[in-house]
């Protein structure tokens, strides 16, 4: 491990990383003068103020439509078609037609429900500072028996790094001398460190916790397990990076299809008949093709669900977040500190004959209350009471001994301390995923402390109702296999996949991904690459890893799991609403150009069935608002 010397954070918060308010935003503020210029414009005209109504008319069609068209047209010369091109071609159609009024209401409608959901989405995304921060800049090396400070990206395999206790393992290694315990929650997750010696592999970002190593790098200090998970981070955010929304999956073909149908409308048309009236009816067929309601139809639904999700704790980061999490058909649970409570508690007392369970607990607790080690502090919370203890000496990876009332105490890890008589409780209780602390007292066993991270009370109840939900769960841990499946039993999980680094938990993402739409739930750093590379990575708690909220698309705002059927409930609800109102778009823009074709309905009629239909899309995205038929327990 390295000496910890830190990247200078080159301002990683720029200015735009703090949301204006409305009033401040020009996304927003442009599509709001469009609307206005649009208003006034009918005043006017009701007025009898014609000049002026066209004015407006034009000012607002101008305002609204310089959110889209030119985004529209740099991706037609892309190549790429989408909602933005059609909406555009039918303002045009009617500008042509000599209809500035509908036009105007077409690009006001359009750019206001777009600036509305984009505000409504929480798109700030800080890229991976938590990652890239656990990368020290440095690292001390022996060098001919002297120690060197190098730059921790010059490091090669083979150089033997020397680790000082509270330093940061700069690339992954073999520990060559010295004993000691590492903090790997940023690598594994797992919150209990781990107890390594000569021959043991460790991973760059963890912590030494106690005494000096001396480790030899097995990995240039520019590809070790840390840059691993940045580099998967990057490639699953760019992957998903390309999906598209639901509404321009349509107007791909929607939109070659509308410009074929009124060319040959114009054509056809005029040789049978009058050029003028053919190509008349052609634009109008553009219009009618307009996709006004589909335009609105996702965004209106999305800021009413996504607002409303929000409010009970439940952070939306897109719209087509959104729309993928009502599709979730399984959820990747990591376990620590989200199936768990992610602090260590003492479970399980086994003390020596002739000695109580108290005894046991004081004589660990008066020396283990001078240790910052986490499996301390959980002894120290559970004895009932604290003696003092006198010439404490805490040797590195073995464990603290000292005198408590006058006789001597030793506390430590069975692989360092024999457990004598207690050899087979002890391992009873590993067996029952308890990490075992072993207490001597006069050289004799006293006794063995269990201490796990318990599960949370609501994981059961959670996982029944997800399976009520039709949801499919596995458990995904960095810790053993042992461990895991004796929580994932009292869980009600059957599906555990156990002893995985990050990488790992990315492909088994990737593996359910390919059965059905997944979501990944965590909170640390190294359930990063895998929330990134999940259809939804959801991430737990404010109190998260800030790499774990960066790379997730989903962000609960508190530690109640069972905020999640809630949320996928909410989601479920939401995406019927979206396909609800995408279904009553598609009948209109498939009913109006036959119309229009044989002249049945002219532009006037086809602009007032638009904005009915659009009245009626957005009344029923409004309903996406209500939250009470989400069940906070138990889904339906």
């Keep these: 491990m390295s000496a910890i010397t830190h990247a200078p954070v080159e301002e990683l918060e720029s200015d735009d990383e703090h949301e204006a308010p409305w009033w401040g935003d020009r996304a927003v503020m442009i599509p709001v003068a469009s609307g206005a210029a649009f208003v006034a414009g009918l005043a006017c005209e009701w007025s009898g103020a014609e000049t002026a109504a066209q004015v407006l008319f034009w000012v607002g069609l101008l305002l609204g439509a310089s959110t889209f068209v030119p985004g529209a047209l740099r991706k037609l010369a892309a190549g790429k078609l989408g909602i933005a091109l059609l909406m555009t071609m039918s303002a045009t159609g009617a500008v042509i037609l000599g209809h500035v009024e509908e036009a105007a209401a ?55 790094m020397v680790v000082k206790p509270g330093e940061r393992i700069a690339t992954d290694g073999i520990v060559r001398s010295g004993h000691s315990s590492l903090d790997t929650s940023a690598i594994t997750g797992e919150s209990i460190p781990v107890q390594v010696g000569p021959g043991d592999e460790v991973s760059a970002g963890a912590i030494n916790a106690a005494g000096a190593l001396q480790v030899e790098a097995t990995a240039a200090g520019t590809d070790n397990s840390l840059t691993t998970i940045v580099s998967l981070v990057e490639q699953a955010q760019a992957e998903k990076g390309h999906r598209a929304r639901l509404a321009d999956r349509i107007a791909r073909p929607l939109v070659p299809g509308v410009l074929v149908l009124a060319v040959l ?50 952070i939306i980061k897109s719209g087509a977040i959104f729309e993928r999490f009502g599709t979730i058909g399984h959820l990747a649970f990591d376990k620590t500190g989200t199936l768990t409570r992610n602090q260590p508690t003492v479970t399980a007392v086994v003390p020596a004959p002739d000695v109580t369970e108290e005894q046991v607990l004081a004589w660990a607790a008066a020396l283990e209350q001078h240790s910052t080690h986490p499996l301390a502090a959980a002894i120290t919370r559970a004895a009932p009471k604290t003696p003092a203890a006198e010439r404490i000496t805490e040797e590195a990876g073995h464990g603290v001994h000292g005198t408590v009332d006058g006789g001597e ?118 359930d990063a690459p895998a929330l990134a590379a999940a259809d939804v990575g959801i991430a737990m708690g404010a109190t998260g890893s800030d790499a774990a909220i960066e790379s997730a698309d989903v962000a609960f705002t508190g530690q109640d799991l069972r905020l999640l059927p809630q949320a996928i409930t909410h989601a479920r609800r939401g995406r019927r609403i979206v396909n609800q109102n995408i279904v009553l778009s598609l009948l209109i823009i498939a009913a109006l150009p036959p119309l229009a074709i044989t002249g049945v309905l002219g532009l006037a009629a086809v602009v007032l069935i638009h904005e009915i239909a659009e009245v009626l899309v957005i009344l029923n995205g409004l309903r996406a608002a209500r939250t009470h038929h989400a069940t906070t327990a138990r889904g339906r």
């Design 409 to 526: 105490v030793r506390v430590g890890s069975p692989r360092w301390i024999d457990p004598g008589d207690l050899t087979a409780p002890v391992r009873d209780l590993e067996a029952q995923g308890m990490t075992v602390v072993v207490v001597h007292r006069g050289g004799t066993i006293a006794g063995a402390i269990g201490v796990r991270d318990e599960l949370r009370p609501e994981v059961p109840q959670v996982v029944e109702a997800l399976a009520g939900h039709g949801i499919g769960v596995t458990m995904l841990t960095g810790d053993n296999e042992r461990t895991a499946r004796a929580l994932a039993a009292r869980a009600g999980i059957s599906d555990v996949r156990a002893e995985l680094r990050p990488e790992d938990k990315s492909a088994a993402v990737h593996d359910l991904s390919g059965r059905r739409p997944t979501a990944m739930i965590g909170d640390g750093i190294n």
């Design 106 to 160: 077409l690009a006001f409608l359009y750019s206001i429900a777009e600036a509305l959901e984009d505000r409504a989405m929480d798109r700030a995304r800080a890229g991976l500072r938590a990652l890239l921060q656990l990368m020290p800049q440095s690292a001390t090396v022996l060098s001919d028996g002297q120690s060197v400070t190098v730059p921790a990206r010059d490091l090669a395999a083979g150089q033997v």
């Design 265 to 314: 409308v114009a054509v056809i048309g005029s040789l049978a008949g009058d050029p003028q009236t053919w190509i008349t009816r052609a634009l109008v067929v553009l219009v009618a093709a307009s996709p006004c309601a589909l335009a609105i139809a996702v965004p209106i639904t999305v800021v009413s669900a996504v607002g409303s999700a929000s409010k009970f704790g439940v």
